[in-house]
């Protein structure tokens, strides 16, 4: 598979990443490099196999709806660069209106 | 050229759980913002989600109370998705595997009965809660993160704005009446997205679709269904196309604005949630929730109009709320007449709960003082005008209605050895009235009643008193 640098671009808007054009070309070859080593898993013969959303042995394991306050909000808000009133404060999210 | 519109619905419910989907983090209404939340619902690196069985046995009421059919393997997938209100981005949702799908409602629009079909619902975590600034920032609450949902995705069977609005009312009961939510939307428990194409009549394939999200309520629904309809004729009309977009309902305008140009699916790169194992569902499970589940809101009517004989408004103000059709339930249970029970529930109960900003569950009047009450209303025990003090007292105090009409000698005076030498004695007094009786004036005894109230502080029993006034002027 070919990793272009259209896909790039697309995939940085849509984790809102940002990088300099002069970067762009290193980030294509990282990320083929990547996806094609991943793909080396396409030549594992798979013929009897059954397919699976994940590899550990487990099923249908539930927990009881039992409430506990494990961290508080002063532990859980360290690492949240701005806060206000004990919210997370962050730029402006709506999108800006379009009207026609 | 005429156009046929098509629409359909998402609808998000928060389940009634006491803690959210995949971790412990308490789940309350109202609380301090960011004090519920935990490691896992921030998604910290090394944490493992772990899957609530309340919230499955919740969806699957509502499944079955929607003639869905419960799938046997249900997996997670993730959501990918950049945004403020989810420090993961992305969130884990059934993308593949749902829990239900193939189900139907059947709706009744000016007379006509339809039935709208469910294509699937699936349980997803939900996301913080933004607050937008006028400051340029928003502020974001994570308390919501992780609280459960179930979206109930209609078939795009809806013909119009009208059919739309029928069609979330009868949704609404019917979880509502499973008691899986509060399906409050003043409260986000139950949020509605819709969308809408139009395609000339005769056209096989569907036009292009606008969703909108989020909107306040049912007439937001229809208005801003009716003013989509009107406004993509518009675009075709004048050789435009429809573009593939979110848009948003302007409550000032009653116009509909556009938000967002649509990310399709793949843009959310879905791939199966790695940390959740499969969910295998048993039948027999299944079935102990069927036969747990409470009766529905049409049976509930069947009920009230048949066996009970109330007439069909009275029938379908109880049935307002699951609350106040299960108080109704119990009174009736506890041995209340069902129509005076009616009567005092949608009068008196419900005039208490407006005038006070109250609840069924937080006022001091249970179903059995109710059912106490209209006891001794029936019996004669107590006339209805003093049932209405007892009602402040019991309702305010939680006092016994029995034990507080014999504390304060309520009990109504029926007594014919006491009232008959009482009546005597008061047309004696009053010869007048004698008179204006003879001459047809009905206001004479009236008087006369007023007169032995006044002497009995209000206890005699009106009617006895009634019959013996007439019978005492008649003979005079």
Redesign the interface.
């Known amino acids: 598979m070919e990793v272009t640098e259209e896909m790039i671009k697309h995939v940085a808007i849509?984790?809102?990443l940002e990088f300099k054009a002069d970067e762009l070309g290193e980030f294509t070859s990282q990320m083929g490099d990547i996806i094609n080593m991943a793909n080396q898993l396409a030549e594992v013969d798979t013929t009897g196999v059954a397919e699976t959303?994940?590899v550990?042995d487990?099923?249908?394991?539930?927990?009881?709806?039992?409430?506990?306050?494990?961290?508080?909000?002063d532990t859980?808000?360290k690492n949240v660069p701005e806060k206000?009133?004990?919210?997370?404060?962050?730029?402006?999210?709506?999108?800006k209106?379009?009207?026609? | 050229m005429n156009f046929k519109s098509t629409i359909g619905f998402e609808v998000h419910f928060e389940l009634k759980t006491k803690s959210k989907i995949f971790s412990p983090s308490p789940v309350t209404y109202g609380a301090k913002p960011n004090t519920e939340t935990n490691v896992i619902d921030w998604g910290y690196p090394g944490v493992l989600p772990s899957v609530n069985r309340e919230v499955y046995r919740l969806g699957i009421m509502v499944a079955l109370a929607t003639n869905s059919h419960v799938l046997p393997v249900t997996h997670f997938d993730r959501k990918n998705y950049y945004y403020p209100d989810s420090p993961k981005a992305y969130q884990i949702t059934q993308f593949l595997q749902p829990l239900a799908r193939d189900g139907y409602i059947e709706v009744e629009v000016h007379g006509k009965k339809n039935r709208i079909g469910i294509h699937e619902m699936h349980i997803e975590e939900d996301a913080g809660k933004n607050t937008h600034g006028t400051n340029g920032f928003s502020y974001v609450d994570l308390n919501r993160q992780g609280v459960p949902l179930l979206e109930v995705v209609s078939e795009p069977d809806i013909a119009n704005p009208e059919e739309g609005y029928a069609y979330l009312e009868k949704l609404r009961q019917i979880v509502q009446f499973t008691g899986a939510s509060d399906v409050k939307m003043e409260e986000g428990s139950m949020r509605v997205d819709t969308n809408i194409s139009i395609r000339p009549v005769g056209q096989k394939a569907l036009g292009t679709k606008v969703e909108m999200k989020n909107l306040n309520s049912f007439e937001h629904v229809r208005l801003s269904l009716a003013y989509e309809e009107k406004r993509q004729r518009q675009v075709l009309l004048s050789g435009g196309r429809v573009q593939l977009s979110t848009r948003r309902f302007d409550e000032a305008t009653g116009k509909t604005v556009l938000e967002r140009v649509k990310e399709g699916d793949a843009d959310y790169r879905y791939f199966p949630e790695p940390d959740i194992p499969p969910y295998h569902i048993k039948d027999a499970w299944v079935k102990e929730i069927a036969a747990s589940l409470p009766k529905s809101a049409a049976d509930r009517f069947a009920d009230y109009t048949g066996k009970f004989g109330l007439k069909p408004y009275d029938a379908n103000v109880l049935l307002q709320t699951k609350e106040s059709s299960d108080f109704f339930d119990a009174a009736v249970a506890a041995g209340a007449d069902p129509q005076l029970a009616a009567n005092w529930m949608n009068t008196q109960v419900n005039g208490y709960l407006n005038d006070n900003r109250t609840s069924l569950a937080e006022i001091a009047l249970t179903p059995a003082h109710l059912a106490e009450m209209i006891t001794l209303i029936k019996d004669g025990t107590i006339s209805s005008k003093i049932a209405k003090k007892v009602f402040a007292e019991t309702v305010t105090k939680g006092t016994s209605p029995k034990a507080f009409v014999e504390a304060k000698g309520l009990v109504q005076l029926s007594d014919m050895s006491v009232l008959t030498p009482m009546v005597k004695a008061v047309v004696d007094a009053n010869p007048q009235s004698v008179v204006d009786f003879k001459n047809g004036k009905d206001r004479a005894i009236g008087y006369l009643v007023g007169q032995i109230m006044k002497q009995t502080h209000g206890k005699a029993n009106p009617v006895a008193v009634n019959r013996l006034l007439n019978e005492e002027l008649q003979n005079r």
């Open positions: 849509l984790s809102r959303a994940q550990v487990r099923d249908t394991t539930f927990r009881d709806d039992v409430p506990e306050h494990w961290q508080d909000r859980m808000m206000a009133n004990g919210f997370i404060k962050v730029p402006v999210i709506i999108d209106d379009d009207n026609d």
